[in-house]
């Protein structure tokens, strides 16, 4: 067994003799120890938000930010989507490695256009709260302050150096219903490609 002593610097671990980074292996189990005043007991970068606004204080909060956009209500707080994340191909597998992960807003999700600009979203608080197809062994919530945000979010914490951590949300977030099948859903591509997306939505309202 490998005993190193390491130094976490920017996410990384480096051995403190040869300042060489140390490459964990992926699935590899490993002990780590260390002072108590050496971690952390939440992660600031991925915190909870300290408040979220009413319908009312949205609407208010929205239309003072964009004074001279205008603005529409897309959908209301509760609605969750699913988003899928790919990976390419396995080396020792022909198949491609696909990650479905559901997201929630925990605020009223609104668009603006400025005079003939394309429709863009607004902030609004959400939550991935699940990875849904379950092909992922360990999982956290992740918070964003934005779609956009959530999503880049996600893809950075889970397969950091992967992949990109662009998405185009817009046309890449599903709109489920509580009475969905997602298992199904995921499972079969001509389902997953006929679910609305919030594109359509954006494109409906304006």
Not at 50 to 73: F, G, I, Q, R
Not at 137 to 164: C, D, M
Not at 189 to 198: G, I, M, V, W
Request: hydrophobic fraction near 35%; include cysteine; aromatic fraction near 12%.
């Amino acid at each position: 067994m490998k005993t190193h002593t390491v130094i976490h610097q920017n996410n990384l671990f480096f051995n403190k003799e040869s300042n060489k980074r140390i490459i964990f292996k992926e699935e590899g189990e490993f002990s780590i120890s260390g002072l108590d005043s050496d971690f952390e007991e939440m992660d600031s970068l991925n915190a909870p938000p300290d408040k979220m606004l009413n319908s009312n204080e949205m609407k208010m909060s929205t239309a003072a930010k964009y004074p001279k956009s205008t603005v529409k209500l897309i959908l209301k707080s509760g609605q969750n989507f699913i988003f899928r994340v790919g990976l390419g191909k396995k080396k020792e597998k022909n198949e491609d490695l696909q990650y479905y992960f559901q997201c929630e807003i925990l605020e009223d999700l609104y668009a603006y256009k400025k005079g003939d600009s394309d429709r863009r979203l607004c902030d609004c608080n959400c939550i991935v709260n699940q990875c849904v197809s379950q092909n992922l062994k360990y999982f956290e919530p992740i918070f964003g302050t934005s779609l956009n945000q959530v999503a880049t979010n996600t893809i950075s914490h889970f397969f950091s150096l992967k992949r990109s951590s662009s998405l185009r949300v817009a046309a890449q977030f599903k709109l489920v219903n509580e009475w969905d099948n997602i298992k199904d859903i995921i499972e079969s591509q001509n389902q997953f490609s006929r679910l609305p997306t919030l594109a359509n939505f954006m494109k409906s309202a304006f």
